[in-house]
């Protein structure tokens, strides 16, 4: 069965240093998303992607982060200068394009630690 | 901003005992999905429900979706040590393919073999 994968799968990182996050989604969906989740909490959405731009971001996708679909596979997510609060689960999720079916399909994420 | 609330936080279950977990939202939803996240695991997909007072079920597990589409429930009968993990409803605004999904605060159960 197709997956989403996702690499590191743990990343330590110094406060103010970039991380860049990489996720593959399953080959035939469309849309794209990055949600975070700290420890313990609820998934928060980060961001949507579709048609190479994105579609919505929430307040927490601030100008410290990005995202790109660099080629017709990989979907990254950009932390310019982290910081200690950054420090979360990270899941990318991708789904296809049906009329009826909107179930995402999780990544099983990236843990970051920020220190 | 849209939220959605689940209750209770914690559930702890003796085996074989039933498990509901309740979810509401601030706003009217087009549609909801229900996630299993195991410990240390991601978001599983489990179903959808779209209709004003779809109940849906899965083997063990009842789907309801409220009259007012603002509400779901999720009940499990004769839960199994595999029902472990937390369990999240998550609403969706509108019926766009790239619409996002707003999480509630899930529902944590645990079995007492």
């Known amino acids: 069965e197709p997956e989403v994968t996702q690499t590191p799968s743990h990343q330590v990182t110094q406060m103010g240093q970039e991380v860049i996050l990489r996720c593959v989604p399953i080959?035939?969906?469309?849309?794209f998303y990055w949600y975070r989740q700290i420890l313990g909490q609820k998934v928060e959405f980060l961001v949507s992607?579709?048609?190479?731009?994105?579609?919505?971001k929430s307040e927490i996708f601030d100008d410290q982060f990005s995202v790109e679909r660099p080629d017709g596979s990989n979907f990254t997510l950009k932390i310019r200068s982290t910081k200690l609060e950054d420090s979360a689960m990270y899941f990318c999720?991708?789904?296809?394009?049906?009329?009826?079916?909107?179930?995402?399909?999780f990544g099983p994420g990236t843990r970051l630690t920020v220190t | 901003g849209q939220q959605v609330m689940q209750i209770p936080q914690y559930q702890h279950v003796q085996e074989g005992e039933d498990f509901t977990t309740y979810c509401n939202s601030s706003?009217?939803?087009?549609?909801i999905q229900w996630y299993k996240q195991r410990p240390g695991g991601h978001p599983v997909f489990l179903i959808q429900?779209?209709?004003?007072?779809e109940v849906k079920k899965q083997k063990r597990l009842t789907f309801q979706f409220g009259e007012a589409k603002k509400n779901s429930s999720l009940h499990i009968t004769a839960t199994q040590t595999t029902d472990v993990g937390t369990y999240f409803c998550?609403?969706?605004?509108?019926?766009?393919?790239?619409?996002?999904?707003?999480f509630g605060t899930g529902t944590r159960l645990t079995i007492i073999p």
């Open positions: 080959s035939n969906h469309l849309y």
């Open positions: 999720a991708s789904s296809e394009w049906d009329r009826d079916r909107y179930e995402q399909y």
């Open positions: 998550a609403g969706r605004a509108s019926n766009f393919g790239n619409e996002k999904l707003t």
């Open positions: 429900l779209v209709k004003s007072g």
């Open positions: 706003t009217t939803l087009s549609n």
């Open positions: 992607f579709y048609n190479n731009e994105i579609s919505e």
